[in-house]
C-alpha cells in the first residue's frame, strides 16, 4: 500500500481553502457564544477541523473524478486541484487516511460530552464522502448536488452551533445562508456543463441543459436571505450574490477558476469584517 506524504496530503486538500475554512468557523463559534465562553479546547478542535476535513473532503472526490479530469482537463492549478496520476493506486490508502481523520475528530469531539454535536459530525462525514463515493454519489444526481452542498454548509455551521446551544435553536439565517451557498455550486456545475456532458456526469446543470434556467435558479436560491433580518455584515450577502450571478451570467468568458477567486474574495471579506465587528476591534 502506497503512503500519502505531507505534501501529497496538502496538495489533495486545496490548502488555498485553510484559511477560509478557518475564518468560517470561528465566525460560526463567535456567533454561537460570547468570546469569554471560548477556551483552548475549542480553539484547537477548530484547527484540527480545518486541516483535516479538506482532505477528507477532496482526495475521495479526486479519486471518483480521475477519470473525467484527467480526460477534460477541468483541473490542474492550486485553485480547483492538481491531477495525481497516481491516484487510482491511492484509493485504500485515502480510505484508511479518512477514517482516522475521522476518528481523531470524532473522539475529540467526545471531550465535550455533547451528543448532539457528535451525531452531527457523524451526518456530516457521511454526507460529505458519499457527496463523491459510490454508490450514492451525491454530486451525480441532479438538484441533490446542490442541496447537498448547503446541507454540508449548515452542518458545519451547525457543529460549532450545538457546542453552545440546543439545535433546534438554531436561527433561520443560518439555514437561508446554506441555501445561498447552492447558488456558487449550481454556477460551477454550469461552467462544467460541457466535460460533464462529454463524460456522462450527471448533475443539476446538465439535467437543465439552459443556461438561463441555471441562473435564475441561483437567484432564486438567495431568495430566502431577502426575508431575514441578518442584523450584521452578512445582510448584504443577497445583493452580493446577486451581483455575482449576474455578472457570470452576461460575461460567457468567465471559467470556474475565476468564480472560486471571486467566492474566496467576497467570503474572505465578509468573515474577516465579522470577526473583527465582533471582537470589538472597530
Known amino acids: 500500500m502506497k503512503v500519502i506524504n505531507f505534501k501529497q496530503f496538502i496538495l489533495l486538500s486545496r490548502p488555498i481553502l485553510f484559511p477560509l475554512l478557518i475564518l468560517c468557523l470561528f465566525v460560526a463559534l463567535l456567533f454561537s457564544t460570547s468570546f469569554t465562553n471560548i477556551n483552548l479546547y475549542y480553539i484547537?478542535?477548530?484547527?484540527?477541523?480545518?486541516?483535516?476535513?479538506?482532505?477528507?473532503?477532496?482526495?475521495?472526490?479526486?479519486?471518483?473524478?480521475?477519470?473525467?479530469?484527467?480526460?477534460?482537463?477541468?483541473?490542474?492549478?492550486?485553485?480547483?486541484?492538481?491531477?495525481?496520476?497516481?491516484?487510482?493506486?491511492?484509493?485504500?490508502?485515502?480510505?484508511?487516511?479518512?477514517?482516522?481523520?475521522?476518528?481523531?475528530?470524532?473522539?475529540?469531539?467526545?471531550?465535550?460530552?455533547?451528543?448532539?454535536?457528535?451525531?452531527?459530525?457523524?451526518?456530516?462525514?457521511?454526507?460529505?464522502?458519499?457527496?463523491?463515493?459510490?454508490?450514492?454519489?451525491?454530486?451525480?444526481?441532479?438538484?441533490?448536488?446542490?442541496?447537498?452542498?448547503?446541507?454540508?454548509?449548515?452542518?458545519?455551521?451547525?457543529?460549532?452551533?450545538?457546542?453552545?446551544?440546543?439545535?433546534?435553536?438554531?436561527?433561520?439565517?443560518?439555514?437561508?445562508?446554506?441555501?445561498?451557498i447552492m447558488s456558487y455550486h449550481l454556477i460551477a456545475a454550469q461552467l462544467d456543463v460541457s466535460s460533464d456532458i462529454s463524460a456522462k456526469h450527471k448533475t443539476s446543470a446538465t439535467f437543465i441543459n439552459n443556461r438561463t434556467v441555471v441562473y435564475l435558479l441561483c437567484l432564486l436560491y438567495n431568495v430566502p436571505l431577502l426575508f431575514i433580518n441578518l442584523g450584521s455584515i452578512f445582510k448584504y450577502l443577497f445583493f452580493i450574490n446577486f451581483f455575482i450571478v449576474i455578472y457570470i451570467y452576461f460575461n460567457k468568458n468567465f471559467n470556474k477558476k475565476r468564480v472560486l477567486i471571486l467566492f474566496l474574495i467576497s467570503w474572505g471579506l465578509l468573515t474577516t469584517i465579522y470577526i473583527l465587528k465582533s471582537l470589538a476591534v472597530f
Open 44 to 180: 484547537i478542535y477548530l484547527i484540527l477541523f480545518s486541516f483535516l476535513f479538506p482532505f477528507f473532503i477532496f482526495a475521495i472526490n479526486d479519486y471518483y473524478d480521475y477519470d473525467s479530469d484527467i480526460k477534460n482537463k477541468r483541473k490542474n492549478n492550486i485553485l480547483q486541484g492538481l491531477i495525481f496520476k497516481n491516484i487510482l493506486e491511492l484509493k485504500k490508502t485515502i480510505l484508511i487516511y479518512d477514517i482516522v481523520i475521522f476518528l481523531i475528530l470524532f473522539l475529540f469531539s467526545l471531550i465535550f460530552n455533547n451528543s448532539i454535536h457528535s451525531i452531527l459530525l457523524i451526518i456530516l462525514f457521511f454526507t460529505t464522502f458519499f457527496y463523491s463515493a459510490k454508490p450514492l454519489r451525491f454530486k451525480e444526481i441532479p438538484f441533490v448536488d446542490s442541496i447537498s452542498n448547503g446541507v454540508i454548509v449548515f452542518l458545519v455551521f451547525a457543529l460549532v452551533y450545538t457546542l453552545f446551544n440546543n439545535i433546534f435553536y438554531i436561527p433561520f439565517k443560518i439555514i437561508a445562508i446554506s441555501i445561498s
